[in-house]
């Protein structure tokens, strides 16, 4: 069925400057000429970096150890997990950047937080050396360990997980024959550099896909890839709708003895995750469906 143009639509400019609004309330800064997709891209990749501050239950690994010298950083960051503080000020602070990509994260679902106990200028704690690594869900903080900065491969960082929380995992265990040979931490560290996914194998056999979702061959996670081309397919979808249903619509309209010109023009607005179609003229606004999956 043809379309019939009485209509001027643009969902995916719309979507793009409702992120953007997003981002940069959040204080950052999207650089001038940023694609529509880039700017989508870059929303959901710093919302994965970014710790959601809401209270936790806080779980330690029976192995977890912390040096004396940095308990006091440790006990600041966990008071602060506990009663829903922000903790971006012990996340690295390549979290300014949005075009960063996280290997550790994106890999395997594990953040590394630094147990300073004072800010720079710039709103950092004090950089330290062993930093604490930890996995986040909505309701739970599961703290690994506190280990030397650069322990990014090392696989005990995943058997850590695996042996006190495995129920926090299971979803990412994959019905595979166990591996010919072990990849080691340091093939593991060659095989990150080029965005090359890996499995991991555990002393019972368990075998683990990427943790944190994997990434892409450019480095951007392919969750983030996934959720935001799923985001656009939607728009698109409605578009069409719109498009082939504008006759409906105009009648609709009519009906409500709305105001509106011989050319609809339609923006988006999303409220709670549910799409809308403003009528600019009528103001009237017609329910769409979800956008993110």
Not at 39 to 56: A, C, E, M, T
Not at 96 to 106: I, P, Q, R, S, T
Request: with cysteine; net charge neutral; glycine share 6%.
């Amino acid at each position: 069925m043809p379309f019939t143009y009485q209509v001027k639509i643009d969902f995916h400019r719309d979507w793009a400057r409702l992120l953007k609004h997003n981002i940069e309330s959040q204080g950052y800064k999207v650089r001038q000429g940023t694609s529509d997709e880039n700017i989508s891209l870059q929303y959901f990749n710093l919302q994965r970096r970014l710790v959601i501050p809401v209270p936790r239950e806080l779980l330690f690994s029976n192995n977890f150890a912390c040096p004396v010298q940095l308990q006091a950083g440790l006990d600041s960051v966990v008071e602060k997990i506990a009663k829903g503080e922000s903790i971006k000020s012990n996340l690295s602070k390549k979290i300014v950047n949005l075009e960063y990509n996280d290997d550790l994260l994106n890999d395997w679902g594990v953040h590394h937080l630094h147990l300073g106990t004072s800010l720079d200028n710039e709103g950092f704690v004090e950089r330290t050396g062993p930093l604490l690594l930890a996995r986040f869900d909505n309701a739970r903080a599961y703290l690994i360990n506190v280990l030397p900065h650069g322990s990014w491969t090392k696989k005990e960082i995943i058997t850590t997980v695996h042996e006190n929380w495995p129920e926090s995992i299971a979803q990412f265990r994959m019905k595979i024959d166990r591996l010919d040979k072990e990849i080691t931490d340091e093939v593991r560290k060659s095989l990150r550099r080029l965005h090359v996914n890996t499995v991991l194998e555990m002393r019972d056999g368990v075998i683990y896909g990427p943790l944190g979702g994997g990434y892409t061959t450019s480095g951007l996670n392919a969750e983030v890839l996934r959720v935001s081309d799923f985001c656009f397919n939607q728009l698109s979808l409605y578009e069409i709708w719109i498009k082939e249903n504008i006759s409906i619509l105009r009648k609709e309209l009519t009906n409500l003895n709305a105001n509106f010109g011989t050319v609809l023009i339609f923006s988006l607005e999303v409220i709670d995750n549910i799409a809308y179609a403003l009528e600019i003229f009528s103001k009237v606004r017609f329910k769409l469906g979800p956008v993110l999956p």
